[in-house]
């Protein structure tokens, strides 16, 4: 391995390097290790790469229902809702066909719902793809945010587009003292044969592990990486071999923010697979700990090439420093997303899905016990009634879904505090993007953390056909 970046180095990651050149330099940082529990102004948030998207494959005359398409990119969002009424914009930065520099693809207002959920109304939108854009009026609604307390991080989904990690990224971490976190991958496309583009091979790539991070100023060391493969049929996770066990990064100031970038001389290699390759990850910690990461693949074929997490990615929260209370977890009010990954038809993804949920209740409705029996590690919840938690029905009944979901998250890890690798999640046919026409259930692994003395549950799994994630913070 060579040696480590120069402080000042930006990412080198080929979609980005251009940008990043042109981006300002270093500066003498300090610590983000706590915030505000309040929004004084806009944030900046990093978003990875995600798969999924419902563009269509050629112009059309008008588009009504399809926002953006940013989602093959890594973007910056702004959310100020520190203002009545809020606002946000979605912006990538690019020098490829049609778009050269940053552009802003989605912008429009936002209000806050009960339980602090933000609804986004797209008012214009614009697709570099066929260098169109578009006003809106009306605006364009079903798009739905999920901030953190403190505004560290949260999720974001715009109407066409999955659902999306965001991090805060505006000044540079800093830990002087090692961190521990654990994560889980960003799923893609499920694919059984040789990786390509925004896919992901379950039995063979990562699904979750953890990482210790420590910095000397902009420059950061990620040591001890501990990446598994999902467990099958009951047997333990599947542990794999990172050749590179403490790779370097430094972080510097982006068109995303102030991002961690991990040099392209790392390689990652997974047994059962010769190819090797040297990813650029893009990794954002928020200042209370929330990290993401995008793998670098960059739309090139996949490989074996990622850092932290396969499929397109990595989301993940400070270990705890001691057992969790399970029962204290999930007796506690969620929102969140529900991914489903589809499957990889050759040509691209097909079938995936991203659906805004709500989990716990504060009276919990008799139909729950219809779902599976409950258990002391068990916590119930579901999609809204026709995917509109706006419903003044919704908002009255203090903004919770339907009860259509559960999670067990079973028993908590003796060796790692705030995993659990036995989850089960078990899906009815009443869960809109449940397909099968059947009671679905699955096996997952699921990492609990707290962020500014909220939880944060994420949780991945596969069932006989697609990965599903779940990324779901504690609601106000």
């Known amino acids: 391995m060579q040696g480590k970046l120069n402080s000042c180095k930006p990412l080198l990651s080929t979609l980005i390097s251009v940008a990043f050149a042109a981006s300002l330099g270093c500066n003498g940082l300090p610590s983000t290790n706590s915030s505000s529990t309040t929004q004084s102004g806009p944030q900046t948030y990093m978003a990875p790469i995600v798969a999924g998207s419902s563009l269509p494959a050629s112009p059309p005359t008008s588009y009504p229902g399809i926002i953006g398409g940013a989602t ?3 973007a910056a969002y702004t959310i100020d809702d520190a203002v009545t009424p809020g606002t946000f914009s979605q912006s990538t930065t690019s ?15 936002l209000t806050v719902l009960a339980r602090g959920l ?5 008012t214009y939108a614009y697709n570099p793809n066929y260098g169109k854009s578009m006003a809106y009026s009306p605006a364009q609604t079903g798009s739905y945010a ?8 949260g999720v974001v989904q715009l109407l066409g587009q999955a659902a999306t990690p965001i991090v805060a990224t505006s000044s540079c971490p800093s830990y002087a003292t090692a961190q521990t976190f654990q994560f889980i991958t960003l799923p893609a496309a499920v694919i059984s044969t040789t990786p390509e583009s925004d896919t992901w091979n379950p039995a063979t790539q990562t699904a979750f592990g953890s990482v210790s991070v420590v910095s000397s100023g902009t420059d950061f060391t990620f040591n001890s990486i501990q990446q598994f493969t999902l467990p099958v049929n009951g047997a333990a996770p599947g542990k794999l071999t990172a050749n590179a066990t403490s790779p370097t990064g430094a972080c510097s100031s982006t068109p995303y923010g102030y991002v961690i970038s991990s040099p392209a001389d790392v390689v990652i290699t997974n047994p059962g697979d010769s190819q090797s390759a040297t990813p ?3 990794i954002g910690i928020g200042p209370t700990g929330l990290l ?3 793998n670098g693949n960059n739309g090139t074929k996949q490989s074996t090439s990622y850092f932290l997490g396969a499929g397109t990615g990595a989301i993940g929260v400070p270990q705890p420093t001691s057992p969790l209370t399970t029962s204290d977890v999930v007796g506690k009010q969620y929102l969140g997303f529900v991914y489903g990954s589809g499957v990889y038809n050759g040509s691209g993804p097909t079938g995936w899905s991203s659906t805004l949920a709500s989990f716990g209740f504060a009276t919990q409705p008799s139909t729950c016990a219809s779902v599976v029996p409950s258990t002391p590690t068990l916590i119930y919840g579901g999609d809204f009634p026709s995917k509109n938690p706006a419903d003044p029905n919704v908002q009255t009944n203090g903004g919770y879904g339907n009860c259509n979901l559960a999670i067990d998250l079973g028993t908590q890890s003796s060796t790692s505090n705030g995993l659990y690798p036995s989850a089960t999640v078990t899906m009815t046919t009443g869960f809109s993007a449940n397909t099968t026409n059947k009671t679905n ?3 997952a692994v699921a990492v609990v953390g ?10 991945i799994g596969k069932d006989a056909t697609q990965a599903w994630s779940m990324y779901l913070m504690q609601s106000n």
């Open 441 to 443: 259930t699955f096996s």
């Open 146 to 153: 999920v901030e953190l307390a403190g505004q560290s991080g």
């Open 450 to 459: 707290q962020l500014q003395g909220k939880y944060v549950i994420l949780l």
């Open 292 to 294: 993401v990461e995008n």
């Open 72 to 74: 093959k990119y890594l």
């Open 118 to 122: 933000r609804s986004l109304a797209t």
């Open 280 to 282: 650029a990850a893009a």
């Open 95 to 109: 020098f490829s066909g049609t778009q050269q520099g940053t552009s802003i693809h989605d912008s429009g207002s």
